[in-house]
C-alpha cells in the first residue's frame, strides 16, 4: 500500500509512513503548515496551531443578507423601515444588523459573533417572519427582528441552527 504523501510502499497496519514519519490513517491536513495531523487534534504538533472545529468552518463560509420587507419594516419598525428596512447581513463568522431611525439620520448597528449563538427561533406570521437569535452573553446581545420574508428568515434560522447543533 502506497504512502498517501511519499508514495513510499507501508504496510497495510501502518498508522505513520517509515519513509516520511508522516501520518498515513485518519489525518487532516492543518491550515497553516499543510502537515497531516490527527484528525482529532485539537492543536498541530508542528506548528501550534488551533484547529478549527466544523462548526467553526461552518460559521465562517455561512454567507447571507437579507433585508426586512418594506411594509413589514414599516409595521413593526417604524416609518423610515418604510424607505430603509433593517438588514441582517451574516459572514465572516459574524451576524450584523444594520436599522436606521429618524428618516435616516441615526444608523443603528449591532453585531455579535456567530459562535456566540445560544439557540434560534424562527416566527411564521400571517405574511412575514421573524428571528430571535439568542446568545450565551445575554439579552443585551440578542437580536430580535420582525417583518423578514418568510422564506429568507427560514433559511436563515435552519442554517444557524445546523451550525448550533454541530457545536453542540
Known sequence: MPCPHCAGEIAPNATHCPHCARRC????????????????????????????????????????????????????????????????????????????????????????????????RYTKGIIWGGLLIETFGGASEDITERGLRQHEAHELAEQLKSIVAQRD
Open 25 to 120: 490513517v485518519n489525518f487532516i491536513l492543518c491550515d497553516a503548515c499543510r502537515e497531516p495531523i490527527a484528525a482529532d487534534a485539537k492543536r498541530c504538533p508542528y506548528c501550534a496551531q488551533r484547529i478549527r472545529t466544523a462548526a467553526e468552518l461552518a460559521a465562517q463560509e455561512l454567507a447571507m443578507e437579507i433585508r426586512a420587507t418594506p411594509f413589514g419594516g414599516l409595521i413593526f419598525s417604524g416609518i423610515t423601515s418604510l424607505f430603509m428596512p433593517p438588514i441582517i447581513r451574516v459572514g465572516e463568522g459574524r451576524i450584523e444588523v444594520l436599522r436606521w431611525s429618524f428618516f435616516g439620520l441615526r444608523r443603528d448597528h449591532q453585531e455579535i459573533q456567530v459562535d456566540r449563538v445560544a439557540s434560534v
